[in-house]
């Protein structure tokens, strides 16, 4: 696993409804979403102020200067690898992607195809990112290279900047979501049918929401009160779960909002593999899943 030395360098993608920052190197970050149908930029910018390249490999995610859209993988919580071949070995915070080098397969004005490999756990990651008109999507495809099924667990990790009044919505039938924030007590707590940062989060404070497993949704949105949308859709065979991080102070000076598919129920894989609420990656074989996220104005 190696570290970009070189400058980063931002690839752009572009549609006549979208134009899309992206990382070359160090995580592939999606650094920039910016609707061209009224210049609403989605992503939060990093700050600037930290430099990632001094970072050791194992390092706190918000130790980082992060911002934008990066993919977790193969945890969100640290932990250590549950089972062979890598029992016992420790997996970093947030994963690793969003810490190794990724390299540029190929490249057009609206598509680009990056890939990273890990010596440490055994795989091949690609994605495949394309627009079209007003919707981004992004292909992945992850081979496992060792010759034993393993567990990994994946989630989209976009800080989107939220404005006074904007809505998380939920497209289907709830009645309760679970409360994820202290991972020792979780709590089922009612839904109200949408989630606003600055109503639902108490400054300086973060919170995590889990849609309960039972219930089923087939898309979420954030709605200005503008009228600027976005909706994100995803693989649900793949990814059945999914989860909502807030913050309003604590991690970031601006209020944010991650809308998380993941094929993991919760953050920690350890504890995900423990209750058998996630699958494994076949020996030798390629998983591929997709997600879609489209902008809209009313």
Known sequence: MSFSTDRDETIELTSDALRVGVSTQRGARVTSLLSRLDDREWLRK????LDNETLA??????DSDHGGWDEMFP????????GE???GEPVPDHGELWQL????????????????????FSYTFDRRLSVSGATLRAQYDCRNESDTGVPLLWALHPQFAMREGSRVVLAGKLDNVLDTSDASSVREVQWSGDLQVDRDVPRGTDRMIYVNPRDEISGASIVDQSGSSLTLTWDREFAPYFGIWLDHGRHTEESVVALEPTNGFFDDLNRAQGSDCIRSFEPGATTSWWIEIAVGRS
Not at 46 to 49: F, M, N, Q, V, W
């Open 75 to 82: 945890t969100v919580d640290p932990c250590v690898f549950p």
């Open 46 to 49: 990093a700050p600037g102020t």
């Open 101 to 120: 080098e990724w390299e540029v397969v190929e490249k057009s004005a609206s598509a680009v195809h990056q890939r990273v490999s890990s010596d440490r």
């Open 85 to 87: 071949p890598f029992d």
């Open 57 to 62: 490999y194992g390092s706190v995610f918000t």
